[in-house]
């Protein structure tokens, strides 16, 4: 993987808005960016990885495959329990590992079944998957197990809580109930002197994108050199004029990386249609590309405009065929898109030398 320093927007050749452009189960199976391989536990895991973790049937193994093998949600409410663990290789060298549920919750006999030293490292994290409609109490004492033993390894490792199965519920008791396991979790935490700086809960289900976002907001921090990405984002925001930029891996549509501005919830949904949208015409249009290198600008010709309302459209820009940046802004700046244009070719080439593929 070629080096990343951290530039500034001037340095690259990016321009502000106004400047003068002179020229202008056993089986390995590939889908979209990521491909699915069964792994078996004695086998090292990745360096960069996340840990689904839970109790039987409760919705890990459903939402790895509704966001890695694009598994229609109700193809997967009776899927069999998890037997085996299970890796998913993500475009950016992150491993996503779904564990075969826990059911028993003697700390001695859980530290037995899942070797401790899998929580160590300062690019792992922790996805420990509750069902709110079913033994809530039996999964967070479950979960109180795996704390103390991940904690006893890595103080520090990010855990996030998803509270799922949260369809079908008023939103009103989806609060109490994400309230109600949020102040059990960190009250406990608090009792046995655990570390809850870096816990996190999301409220999930498989039938919208709260799987997505909230699968996006765990592996960003795990991406290589994140910080420095953002920062890229960020600088490729301002000097563009947007309202916001999203670094999509479009075969899962997870968000890599994003500027550092608020994102509204219906922004992403929208994103995600998109993709469902134009994905099939994209792959076709790729796969006619030939002899084009990871430099090559040929790679990024796949251009898209998208209107999210009368004052604000999405700019799609193809990196490769993994990675696609995501730029809203207002209508009026699509006016001037060569402008855009000229950005994200300078702003590709820096996220393919920075990111493995």
Not at 142 to 167: C, G, W, Y
Not at 173 to 191: A, E, P, T
Not at 267 to 294: H, K, N, P, R, W
């Amino acid at each position: 993987m070629n080096g990343y320093s951290n530039q500034s927007s001037a340095s690259m050749g990016m321009y502000r808005q106004g400047d003068v452009i002179e020229n202008e189960t056993g089986m390995t199976t590939e889908i979209g960016s990521t491909v699915l391989a069964h792994q078996r536990g004695s086998e090292k895991l990745a360096e960069r990885r996340v840990l689904f973790m839970g109790l039987p049937r409760s919705g890990k193994s459903s939402i790895l495959s509704v966001v890695f093998e694009n598994a229609h949600p109700y193809q997967v409410i009776s899927i069999l329990p998890t037997q085996e663990r299970v890796v998913y290789h993500m475009v950016t060298g992150i491993e996503i590992y779904d564990f075969p549920g826990i059911d028993d919750y003697a700390e001695n006999q859980f530290s037995n079944a899942v070797d401790p030293s899998v929580y160590s490292g300062d690019t792992t994290a922790l996805v420990y998957v509750v069902d709110s409609q079913g033994d809530i109490q039996g999964s967070l004492v479950t979960l109180f197990s795996v704390m103390r033993v991940a904690q006893a390894v890595n103080e520090q490792l990010p855990i996030h809580i998803f509270i799922h199965k949260v369809d079908g519920l008023s939103e009103e008791l989806k609060q109490d109930i994400q309230q109600d396991i949020q102040q059990r979790v960190l009250k406990n935490m608090g009792y046995e002197n655990l570390n809850s700086t870096f816990v996190y809960f999301h409220r999930t289900t498989i039938f919208d994108e709260s799987v997505r976002e909230a699968l996006s907001r765990v592996v960003q921090r795990l991406v290589p050199r994140y910080q420095n990405l953002e920062n890229l984002l960020n600088s490729f925001c301002t000097k563009s004029g947007l309202d916001k930029v999203f670094l999509f891996d479009v075969g899962t549509k997870i968000y890599l990386s994003m500027d550092s501005s608020p994102t509204e919830p219906q922004l992403y949904t929208f994103s995600c249609q998109t993709i469902d949208a134009m994905v099939d015409m994209t792959l076709v249009l790729l796969s006619d590309i030939t002899g084009a290198t990871e430099d090559d600008d040929d790679m990024t010709m796949q251009r898209t405009v998208v209107g999210l309302d009368s004052n604000t459209k999405i700019f799609i820009y193809h990196i490769n065929s993994y990675l696609a940046l995501f730029c809203v802004g207002s209508a009026q700046l699509f006016r001037q898109k060569s402008l855009l244009e000229f950005n994200c070719t300078k702003i590709a080439k820096a996220i393919r030398q920075m990111l493995p593929t």
